[in-house]
C-alpha cells in the first residue's frame, strides 16, 4: 500500500510541479504584456491632457474694425460641443481696448480648423496683443471649463502676441 501511496504522492507532486510552471510562466507573460502597455501608455499623451493649440494666425482691417483668423488645432484630443474663450485685445501701450466673448466651438476631434472673429472699431495696427483671460464655457465628454483652459496653448503668426 505504500508504494501506492508514493506512486499517487509522486504523480500529484508532479502535476502540481507543472501547474506552477504554466502559472508562473503565464503570470510572466501578463507581466510582460502589462508592462509593455504601460511603456506605450507613457509614450502617448492622454487624449484628455492633449494639448489644444490656438494660434492668432492673421490680424487684417474689415472697415472699422479688425478681422482676426484664429487656428484651432485639436489634432490630439477629444471632440467638443462648445468652446468660448474671453478675450482682451490691448493696445501697443498694454491698455486694454476690447473685451470679447468667442464661440470657437464645435471643435472637432484630431481636427484643425481656422475660425474668423472681428473685434468691432478696433484697428489692426492698435493691437500690442491679445490676451485669452479665461474659457467661458467648455462642454464634450467630460471636459470642464479649467480643464479646457489647462489645455490650451497658445502662440501667434500675427503682428501681436497671443498670451495666457
Known amino acids: 500500500m505504500d508504494g501506492v501511496r508514493g506512486v499517487v504522492r509522486e504523480r500529484l507532486q508532479g502535476r502540481m510541479r507543472a501547474a ?97 472673429f472681428d473685434f468691432p472699431a478696433l484697428a489692426c495696427a492698435k493691437i500690442g496683443r491679445v490676451l485669452l483671460n479665461d474659457v467661458l464655457a467648455c462642454e464634450g465628454g467630460d471636459a470642464s471649463r479649467e480643464a479646457c483652459l489647462e489645455r490650451i496653448e497658445t502662440e501667434s503668426k500675427a503682428s501681436a502676441p497671443f498670451v495666457r
Do not use: H, W
Not at 502589462?34 to 474689415?62: F, V
Open 20 to 116: 506552477m510552471t504554466a502559472s508562473m510562466g503565464a503570470a510572466v507573460a501578463l507581466a510582460a504584456i502589462a508592462g509593455s502597455a504601460m511603456a506605450q501608455d507613457a509614450k502617448a499623451p492622454d487624449a484628455k491632457s492633449a494639448p489644444l493649440k490656438l494660434e492668432l494666425n492673421r490680424l487684417e482691417p474689415a472697415g472699422e474694425s479688425c478681422r482676426t483668423y484664429l487656428l484651432v488645432d485639436n489634432s490630439r484630443g477629444p471632440a467638443l460641443k462648445s468652446l468660448k474663450v474671453d478675450l482682451f485685445a490691448f493696445d501697443t501701450d498694454g491698455v486694454a481696448q476690447k473685451r470679447l466673448a468667442v464661440e470657437l466651438g464645435p471643435v472637432q476631434d484630431r481636427k484643425t480648423t481656422v475660425r474668423l
